[in-house]
């Protein structure tokens, strides 16, 4: 009888060490997969057991969280939804997060260590907030200013590199995203499909043909290569110019281009000096300009990523002409056109644009902050006193009259770019500029605007006409006290 005992004993540790051994290995090894596998509804239970952190904008959170008494307890809620929409992004149980949900979720859900008083002690905490560098009175500007049109704004303080301005249009309200069921399915398929495409963040995500408004990094690079040491003296440029090894000739839409100095081009809009001087320039010497401003750049992050605006490395002569005023390839964000114009401002200098100030617990003790940090010296000081003096040609006697504020020193540059095969779609309205008050010692912010369906006939659009007042709002904005 002992004997039978003992070999039930025997077989019940071997079961219990059994036991014990699969308990560690699950416990050690596939603990982190069990924990993401999406069948695994604790975690996301107890991810929205708690509100979660606010993002700021000011002294004011845009965001919130109702209870809803499920399972899954706290939804998002967004106070002007559409308005901010371009900045918050979505924090939906169903479809994930984006933009600034996505990049500081672990914050704002009360995960991230940077929240605890304490080293390696982890937890869940309350959700810290996000406090970004928008200003409310500039995104009320340039979203009313849009007024529904499809185009984006973009606006940059040039000596920091804050986003002061980020504002797609049209755009919709990320709270209808936030819950579960077939509602929030429906909106999602409606949102997904509608032919505007509410949900794509112009400012950062889309990229356009800059049209003329590229010709400020055209300028930038005649000048710091020396192609060009007077800026008023004749270029020596036919109009209209043929493109090197082909009879296709470049016209102009205003007069007095022929043989014209820098100046002129650029108060103007001169399309056959620009690109005679971007031949000029060469490839290889105006690949290093555009790359000083950021294009080709697939690393920017303010934080959320920010799409690649385009310069080709390879092309023929007539391809880089073209691409000289913004045509062919050339391709850009509008904040990366902020950036162009964030750079003459600060004097060459361009500073990384960033979205997120910084980051806090939810009684407010900062956690992280965003260094300011430069970019690249995008030209020299030298080149870019006479840029800015340039553009502000343009804004006192060119094409960017409608621009102007009085009190404050503007300069800018308008553009109008080709759209679709052979032009035949609506052209796209640009604005760049940046504007410094009177009484100042340094410009206060840089704009760019693009509009894609100016309200005009196909003829008349133009970015003087469509896009500077927009932006002549967002400055008056910045500028006010």
Known sequence: MIRYIRRAAGFCLVLLVALLVNAARIQVLGADALDSNPANRRV???????????????????????????????????????????VTGYASQTYGTTLVENAEDSVLAGTSPLLSPF???????????????????????????????????????PSTGRILALVSSPSYDPGVLSGTGRAVANTWSRLTRDPNQPMLNRAIRQTYPPGSAFK??????????????????????????????????????????????????V?????????????????????????????????????????????DTRMSPDQLALSSIGQFDTTATPLQMAMVSAAVANGGELKYPYLVDRTTTSGGRTVSTTARRTYRQAMNPATAFQLRQLMVDVVQTGTGMSAAIPGATVGGKTGTAQNGVGNTGTPYAWFISWAKADDAAQPAVAVAVVVEDASVKRGDVSGGGDAAPIAKAVMAAALAK
Not at 268 to 296: E, H, I
Request: proline share 6%; aromatic share 8%; with cysteine.
């Open 44 to 86: 996301a239970i107890a991810r929205y057991h708690q509100p979660r952190g606010a993002i700021m904008v000011g002294e004011e959170s845009v965001t919130g969280s109702k209870d809803t008494g499920q399972p899954l307890r706290y939804e998002r809620t967004y106070k002007n939804g559409p308005l901010y929409a371009s």
């Open 119 to 157: 080293p390696l002690w982890h937890r869940r905490w309350a959700g810290g907030r996000a406090v970004t560098t928008i200003k409310a009175s500039m995104q009320r500007a340039a979203y009313d200013g849009l007024g529904g049109r499809k185009g984006a704004v973009a606006a940059i303080e």
């Open 216 to 265: 400020i990094v055209t300028a930038a690079a005649v000048l710091d290569t020396g192609t060009v040491t007077d800026v008023n003296a004749p270029t020596d440029t036919p109009d209209p110019y043929v493109l090197p090894n082909t009879k296709t000739t470049l016209p102009n839409e205003v007069s007095g281009c022929e043989n014209a100095s820098l100046a002129y081009a």
């Open 267 to 311: 108060t103007f809009s001169c399309n056959t000096v620009m690109a005679g001087l971007g031949v000029k320039v060469g490839l290889a010497r105006m690949l290093d300009a555009v790359g000083k401003f950021g294009f080709n750049d697939t690393r920017i992050r303010i934080p959320s990523g920010v799409a690649k605006s385009n310069f």
